[in-house]
């Protein structure tokens, strides 16, 4: 089968698939709000769904899924989904980001059902900090769910850290500092204006040139790595002391251009952009006439794109948060923790 590409000859080759709305944190740049409008339990895709629906994608050259919420460790079984989409033909990676607080019970687990990969979404070491930026008392847990999924031997696991202005920017060399002693990958993510973060403006934007002259004062400066290895959307580096880190500057640089990732929220909406207004109902098609019929209109979908949403953004005069807290509760689907980020 050809491989699918979209109207600016990218290709279909990532899927970000979220399998829970619900979340046991309340970030404040992803649920800032004291109220959700969630999806229904009822509505959520089956695992027998979720896998076909990809299985289907595989062939016009799907590579790779990530599982994705809400908290995605909340979503129960959640092992099976990994075994039964690690069991897909041709399917080269199944990984996964989560806030690692349940990673103590399940990290053997999912281990066993094949999941290559771990990202860790954690934004700072200071416990007072933590329960200010995600309302809940849990750096311990989460500080415990890192050390399972090392003993439960996943490797290669990235450390997500988004950065805000006078929030947890000083804490750049601790992280640094941490994922060199337990041998992990720090990524520094620039905040984003994305549906959800209704709190967003742009004096809090930490920009990925700023992040990096920081670190290169204190480190000795800091050089890319061969762009051969650059693992998009990150921009990888090393700094003078030899630690490779990543900085991914969607929001002051945005990687519309090569942009290969779709999402699917856990209730089966297809969205081709994170900033997409909307997205498209796949349930009633897979329910009604199966995966191949599904898979047919994402094909449908994916080869009329032309989004670029963060760089539309980048290109507005004034730019502020991109929907309100009444918007979001009229359209869940706008939100961060429905799109899986
Ligand atoms: N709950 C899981 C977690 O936090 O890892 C998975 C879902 S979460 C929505 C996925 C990623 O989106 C996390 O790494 C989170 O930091 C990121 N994210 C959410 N809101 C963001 C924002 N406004 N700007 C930048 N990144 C954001
Ligand atoms: Fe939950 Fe992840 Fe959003 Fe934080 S970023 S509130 S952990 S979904
Ligand atoms: Fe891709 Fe949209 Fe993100 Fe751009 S904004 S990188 S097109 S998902």
Avoid at 10 to 38: A, K
Avoid at 235 to 262: K, L, N
Wanted: proline share 5%; hydrophobic share 40%.
């Amino acid at each position: 089968m050809v491989p699918l590409h979209d109207l600016h000859h990218r290709p279909l080759r990532n899927l970000r698939l979220s399998v829970t709305d619900r979340c046991n944190l309340r970030c404040g740049y992803c649920m800032p709000e004291e109220s959700y409008t969630w999806l229904q339990r009822a509505d959520l895709l089956s695992f027998e769904e979720s896998t076909a629906l990809v299985g289907e994608l595989v062939p016009h050259g799907l590579e790779r899924v990530r599982l994705t919420g809400g908290e995605p460790l909340l979503r129960r079984d959640i092992d099976q989904l990994v075994r039964s989409l690690c069991s897909l033909p041709g399917l080269r990676e199944v990984a996964m980001t989560t806030n690692a607080l349940r990673l103590p019970e399940l990290a053997a687990d999912l281990r066993r059902a094949g999941l290559a990969r771990l990202t860790v979404s954690l934004d700072t070491l200071r416990p007072d900090r933590f329960l200010e930026l995600t309302r809940r008392a849990e750096l311990p847990a989460a500080l415990r769910g890192l050390e399972a999924a090392a003993a439960a031997g996943f490797t290669g696991t990235k450390l997500n850290v988004v950065v805000m202005r006078e929030t947890n920017d000083d804490e750049l060399l601790d992280m640094l500092d941490f994922a060199r002693e337990r041998d992990l990958e720090v990524r520094f993510i620039e905040y984003m204006d994305v549906g959800g973060a209704t709190r967003w403006n742009m004096e809090r934007v930490v920009p990925a040139t700023e992040i990096l002259e920081r670190i290169g004062a204190a480190r000795g400066g800091v050089a890319p790595e061969d762009p051969e290895r650059t693992a998009a959307p990150a921009d990888r580096f090393r700094t003078g002391d030899g630690q490779r880190f990543g900085v991914i500057a969607s929001t002051t640089r945005p990687f519309c251009g090569s942009c290969d990732r779709a999402r699917l929220t856990a209730d089966g909406q297809f969205i081709s952009c994170l900033y997409a207004r909307a997205g498209t109902p796949l349930a009633p098609l897979l329910r009604g006439h199966g995966a191949r019929a599904a898979a047919n209109r994402v094909v449908e979908l994916w080869s009329g794109r032309t989004d670029r949403g963060a760089e539309d953004r980048a290109g507005l005069s004034a730019r502020e948060a991109l929907a309100g807290p009444g918007e979001l509760r009229e359209t869940p689907h706008l939100e961060m923790h429905t799109r899986g980020g």
